[in-house]
């Protein structure tokens, strides 16, 4: 019984490719970061809208990341802490 080993620029070789970034957590962290300017100008009822869709794409994101074709857990947990806080700065913006 003969084993292949596969060999560099081998075609029969197995293709393993780099894990790709979940777009989910970057929506999430473009709409953390979106939440926080429209808080800053103004524009609290969008900058909360926005704060909630950061928190769920985040989690959404973060449930794609076990696997381990896909990257951007990081990412995503990242983008539901600034959801949050960007909820408490968008109800201050609303406030204020």
């Known amino acids: 019984m003969s084993r292949y080993m596969p060999q560099f620029g081998d075609s029969r070789a ?8 979940s777009t989910a957590s970057i929506v ?6 979106a939440s926080f300017y429209f808080s800053a100008h103004g524009r609290g009822l969008l900058a909360l809208l926005l704060a909630f869709l950061a928190i769920g794409a985040g989690l959404v994101g973060g449930l794609r990341a076990l696997s381990p074709r896909v990257s951007g857990g990081i990412l995503s947990i990242l983008a539901v802490i600034l959801g949050v806080i960007a909820i408490l700065a968008a109800l201050v913006a609303i406030v204020l």
């Open 14 to 21: 197995p293709a393993v490719s780099a894990p790709v970034r």
């Open 28 to 33: 999430a962290i473009i709409s953390a970061i």
